[in-house]
């Protein structure tokens, strides 16, 4: 029987993940990542005992600090929109599955994410609640190894299963928020990490037209709240050095050209352009053809052959070639 390390979370998908690998033949072993959320450490052991699960508990307060909330709180006081969960995946989450796999002797590991994986590589799961976008930049030594049983579903067949299972976290419900930030307040979570920057200029055609509360609060793409000459305007770019967040209209938001950095392949590194979609940021609609070309320091440029709304700088750019995931980016 075939051993995989499952994360097992505490939530419904990652526990309906763990009946469908055992129903699929796999001897299952769990392991929980733990930052001090004792509920959700209560439900994994609850999961665990039902199922008949061994799982492990393991500390990695350290690890996200130093790969996660640390440039999490970085990023955003350069204005820049960090994705915490495509920066925990390779360097926390999937590398503790893999760890814990070599010492189990394991040669798989597997997440609840709604994705597809075979044969080392990453597809796009079902079009409803598709998460392959946070996936962009798993190492290919990490997919290599990556089961993904819910890609297929629907998030409501999933919590049917969950039912029908009699699972103990069944009725629970879907966490949306980040982890490490449960009351969803992030300048609250950053204020107490560093010192914040003050109150600047909302500038509009180069005359300032406000001000506002600390560019940690702003994201390329939101709107600013009210109108101003009775027209609605939204963030356009973040200006640390200046402390300015500068506004426009909405159809000055869509740009046909996206730099990345740090570029993590799913294929083999390429060495000329090559054509693919982009995704950059987690929606269901926005995913324009485009051309990639890969750069001497690693990242990529990025031309669309239709305008993408609001690329936010610290945001990833994910690359597909159909429903393949191929790699992804930090936007610059």
Not at 90 to 114: M, N, R, S, W
Not at 130 to 158: H, I, N, T
Not at 187 to 215: D, M, Y
Not at 295 to 308: C, F, Q, R, S, Y
Request: glycine share 8%; proline share 7%.
């Amino acid at each position: 029987m075939e051993k995989v390390i499952l994360g097992l979370s505490g939530g419904v998908d990652s526990a309906v993940s763990a009946r469908l690998l055992k129903k699929q033949g796999y001897e299952v072993l769990g392991l929980f990542l733990d930052i001090g959320a004792e509920a959700a450490r209560q439900d994994a052991i609850a999961v665990a005992e039902y199922l008949g699960i061994p799982l492990k508990c393991l500390d990695i307060t350290a690890e996200l600090e130093k790969n996660v909330c640390a440039p999490f709180t970085a990023a955003y006081l350069r204005g820049e929109t960090p994705n915490p969960c495509i920066m925990c995946n390779p360097t926390v989450k999937f590398k503790a599955l893999c760890d814990y796999a070599d010492e189990q002797g394991a040669e798989y590991i597997a997440t609840g994410h709604y994705a597809l994986a075979e044969k080392g590589c990453i597809y796009k799961g079902h079009p409803q609640n598709d998460q392959s976008y946070m996936l962009c930049r798993v190492k290919r030594e990490q997919a290599a190894r990556l089961l993904l049983p819910l890609g297929g579903f629907a998030k409501e067949r999933v919590r049917d299963l969950a039912l029908e299972m009699d699972l103990p976290v069944a009725k629970k419900p879907d966490s949306m928020e980040i982890c490490f930030i449960p009351d969803k307040d992030y300048a609250g979570f950053i204020a107490k990490r560093a010192e914040t920057p003050p109150p600047g200029s909302f500038v509009f055609n180069g005359s300032v037209i406000g001000q506002h509360e600390g560019i940690h609060r702003y994201t390329v793409g939101q709107r600013r709240p009210g109108l101003y000459n009775e027209r609605k305007l939204y963030i356009s770019e973040i200006r640390p050095e200046t402390n300015e967040v500068i506004l426009s209209l909405w159809d000055d938001l869509f740009k046909t050209e996206v730099r990345a950095r740090d570029m993590s392949w799913l294929i083999e590194t390429p060495a000329q352009p090559l054509r693919a979609s982009v995704k950059v940021r987690h929606t269901k609609w926005e995913c324009p053809e485009c051309t990639v070309t890969p750069l001497p320091d690693g990242g990529a440029l990025i031309e669309t052959d239709e305008p993408v709304r609001a690329p936010a700088r610290g945001q990833a750019a994910a690359l597909y070639q159909g429903d393949r995931l191929i790699g992804g980016g930090f936007i610059i």
